[in-house]
């Protein structure tokens, strides 16, 4: 099966300052890989999705970047705010299952 | 935060008792599936299920019961077999039959064994 590894699992940057997750992922079926950010107690929010036919997508702040061959993707944050605070995960789907990273923990100092 | 929704918001439970959670989803979506997250250790998956009176086991099952009557509907029994049943359970839903699924989750149970 599909192993998800992310890193970071804690990331503090000063505002304003730029943040980088990274996750690996081992099968070459997944093709479609979404990041999602957690609030305290709330539900993981979809914030920046990739599919496997595109190489680099932006969304304001956030971006995210996939390397299909390495079988590895980012995300990007810029200009981070203290409202970016929170858990980060990123996950690939097969088009069945999705398979989670542990989270990365994002603070962000003011 | 419309369209997928899960009761209780808070549940306890007495060891060696079953305690049911619920999950509808209004999006008209196939695909449904069940999630635990422990801290530090992210999302790890119950069950699922992509069709009406059809699911598969994740990768965590034992302990766990599931059921989908409805493509409403698909509610997860936590047994007494669960040794460590405490733990921030998630639904989430998704459009199936497509090469991109984007996840929808809802709000989640926080089941706590006394």
């Known amino acids: 099966g599909e192993n998800v590894e992310q890193h970071p699992s804690t990331l503090s940057v000063q505002e304003g300052d730029s943040a980088v997750i990274k996750c690996t992922y081992s099968?070459?079926?997944?093709?479609?890989f979404p990041w999602y950010k957690q609030e305290l107690g709330k539900r993981p929010q979809l914030i920046i999705d990739?599919?496997?036919?595109?190489g680099e997508k932006k969304d304001q702040r956030i971006a995210v970047t996939l390397n299909k061959t390495a079988k590895h993707f980012s995300l990007h944050i810029t200009e981070t705010q203290p409202e970016d605070s929170a858990v980060y995960f990123c996950?690939?789907?097969?088009?069945?299952?999705?398979?989670f990273g542990t989270g990365t923990s994002l603070t962000v100092i003011p | 935060d419309g369209g997928i929704t899960q009761s209780p918001k808070y549940l306890f439970r007495k060891e060696g008792q079953n305690v049911t959670l619920s999950c509808e989803q209004n999006l008209n979506h196939d695909a449904m599936y069940w999630y635990r997250q422990d801290p530090g250790q992210g999302l790890r998956l119950i069950y699922y299920?992509?069709?009406?009176?059809?699911?598969q086991k994740g990768d965590i099952a034992e302990g766990y019961s599931v059921s989908r009557e409805k493509k409403e509907s698909f509610p997860l029994t936590v047994t007494s077999a669960q040794k460590n049943p405490t733990a921030f359970y998630l639904c989430a839903s998704s459009i199936q039959g497509r090469s991109y699924n984007e996840q929808f989750f809802g709000p989640g149970t926080r089941l706590t064994v006394l």
């Open positions: 996950a690939a789907s097969n088009g069945n299952q999705f398979y």
């Open positions: 990739i599919r496997s036919n595109v």
């Open positions: 099968d070459s079926a997944s093709n479609y």
């Open positions: 299920s992509q069709i009406v009176n059809d699911f």
